[in-house]
């Protein structure tokens, strides 16, 4: 049972590079997120997905863009890439089970932005 | 004003004590809270879920929710040096809605 998978782990890009992070889920959720960490300042919301086919704006949406390609996939894009974007992502993805509605969280992605 | 405050810490105790973890948020109408911890380099892993008020134990964790007071709390009973991590509190609203976390607060045990 894989849970969240993400990729890639590391990356580093120039400024004004544009990529994709890939996340998928194996577990049915409806739910899917996409936060970014800095030092200091927690799990910050970046876009997050009701359900297959919707996408809202979180707390720091500016400079990206998500899209949820079926139930399992919630993709985030920078399309050109910024120093201050440099920061670990995590995926997650959530639904109503015997732990309520827990967050599963994938391994995270380490990006710099040189 | 965040929708989630923590103090950030770091929070000392011997091991062996208590460790008193709080948080408040600022949506009254927040259902579902979470505390996780969070190793170094490593993603945040669930320690309790809360809904309603008053306390929820397991093992020992306990967590207490005030809703009036807009007020959740984690204790760490027993702590231990392997109890040393970021902790993270978190709330949702309905069903779906998002999740938003605090800063995290690190806690470090002395052995």
């Known amino acids: 049972n894989a849970g969240v998978t993400q990729t890639p782990k590391f990356q580093v890009l120039k400024t004004g590079q544009s990529m994709t992070l890939q996340c998928a889920q194996d577990?049915?959720?409806?739910?899917m997120y996409w936060y970014r960490q800095d030092p200091g300042m927690g799990l910050r919301l970046i876009y997050y997905s009701a359900s297959e086919g919707t996408t809202d704006k979180g707390e720091v949406p500016n400079g990206y863009n998500v899209s949820r390609l079926n139930k399992r996939e919630f993709s985030l894009r920078l399309e050109s890439a910024a120093p201050s974007q440099t920061s670990v992502y995590f995926c997650?993805?959530?639904?109503?089970?015997?732990?309520?509605?827990?967050?599963?969280f994938g391994e995270g992605s380490w990006l710099t932005v040189v | 004003q965040k929708e989630v405050e923590q103090n950030s810490g770091p929070l000392s105790v011997p091991e062996g004590a208590i460790a008193s973890l709080n948080c408040t948020y600022s949506?009254?109408?927040?259902?579902?809270f979470f505390w996780y911890r969070q190793y170094s380099g490593k993603s945040p892993e669930l320690i309790m879920f809360i809904y309603s008020n008053g306390d929820k134990e397991d093992g020992r964790f306990t967590a207490q929710l005030n809703k009036a007071s807009q007020y959740v709390s984690l204790l760490i009973r027993d702590s231990q040096p392997s109890d040393s991590a970021t902790y993270l509190c978190a709330r949702k609203g309905a069903s779906y809605d998002k999740v938003i976390f605090g800063p995290g607060t690190s806690l470090s045990v002395i052995p």
């Open positions: 949506d009254r109408g927040s259902q579902s």
């Open positions: 577990m049915n959720h409806n739910s």
């Open positions: 997650a993805s959530s639904g109503l089970d015997t732990r309520g509605n827990t967050i599963y």
